[in-house]
């Protein structure tokens, strides 16, 4: 007689067979094609980096820097053992990352509508960085661009352009 149980192994161990023949049946060539053919094209895709993922690559690591120091000053802001002090400067700290990110996106857009290139911005203290994605190497473009950062920002900060 054939319980649940041993109709259960049966048919499991039925599909195991089903599937190890048929990987079997397979032409090894044909399957070593195709998984070759893929990953020599992602070496190849892999090697192609573009100007604009170089700024990307920019963007990510400053959100993930800033990402990581908000995530400290707030730890600052729920601790109960912290000082009312230390809680106004952690506070104060998170206004000024907040107005120095809104900042950079502004001066990011505004340079990309101006000059028609791709840039990245980045402000820490009095220091703002601005990375250009273009070939051409150009102190004409680079003081235009200087000077119309410090024109917005009415001289706050020491600019500074790269190339990439």
Do not use: C, H
Not at 13 to 31: C, E, F, K
Not at 74 to 83: A, C, G, H, N, Y
Request: glycine letters at 2%; charged letters at 25%; hydrophobic letters at 35%.
């Amino acid at each position: 007689m054939i319980n649940k149980s041993k109709l259960w192994f049966l048919t499991l161990s039925g599909i195991i067979l089903v599937l190890a023949v048929y990987y079997v049946a397979l032409p090894g060539p044909a399957t070593y094609s195709v998984f070759s053919s893929n990953s020599e094209k992602r070496e190849t895709e892999n090697i192609k980096i573009s100007e604009s993922e170089a700024l990307t690559a920019m963007r990510i690591t400053k959100d993930e820097e800033d990402l990581a120091t908000m995530q400290t000053l707030q730890e600052i802001l729920l601790d109960s053992t912290k000082t009312l002090d230390e809680k106004n400067d952690a506070y104060e700290k998170i206004k000024y990352l907040n107005s120095n990110k809104s900042l950079e996106e502004k001066l990011e857009k505004s340079i990309n509508d101006n000059f028609k290139v791709n840039s990245f911005v980045s402000i820490s203290d009095k220091n703002l960085k601005v990375v250009v994605a273009n070939k051409e190497k150009s102190v004409t473009t680079a003081n235009d661009i200087i000077s119309f950062v410090s024109a917005t920002t009415d001289g706050t900060y020491y600019v500074t352009v790269k190339f990439e």
